[in-house]
């Protein structure tokens, strides 16, 4: 049974940082992409970053140079440490993994396993 476990999340103010940790079991996180989304209030929920078994990695275009998105093998474990937060950046960040086509890796229909999510709130 695959199992994806969120943890991280919190409230802080615009400007600083956290890091969000995803822990995988029932599947090698190695062999898998593993992606972060993100669902705000009232939106519909998006692509934040992937990594791929060979450790490509996509950013959407609203978190280039902010979000890094990382892996531990050994710790079976996804990471996305998070800088210069925004308040747009407010929601609940799930984790996924799944074995997609690279141009789909930040598309939710992509992923079969997702975890329950981590909120993330952040103030002005």
């Known amino acids: 049974q695959v199992q994806l476990v969120e943890s991280g999340g919190g409230s802080v103010q615009a400007g600083g940082s956290l890091r969000l940790s995803c822990a995988a079991s029932?599947?090698?996180?190695?062999?898998?992409?593993m992606a972060w989304f993100r669902q705000a209030p009232g939106k519909e929920r998006e692509g934040v970053a992937a990594?791929?078994?060979?450790?490509?990695?996509v950013y959407a275009d609203s978190v280039k140079g902010r979000f890094t998105i990382s892996k531990d093998n050994a710790k079976n474990t996804l990471y996305l440490q998070m800088h210069n937060l925004k308040p747009e950046d407010t929601g609940l960040y799930y984790c996924?993994?799944?074995?997609?086509?690279?141009?789909?890796?930040?598309?939710?229909?992509?992923?079969?396993?997702w975890g329950q999510g981590t909120q993330v709130t952040v103030s002005s």
């Open positions: 996924a993994a799944d074995r997609p086509f690279p141009s789909w890796w930040l598309l939710i229909a992509a992923f079969s396993y």
């Open positions: 029932g599947i090698t996180a190695s062999s898998y992409c």
């Open positions: 990594i791929d078994s060979d450790d490509s990695t």
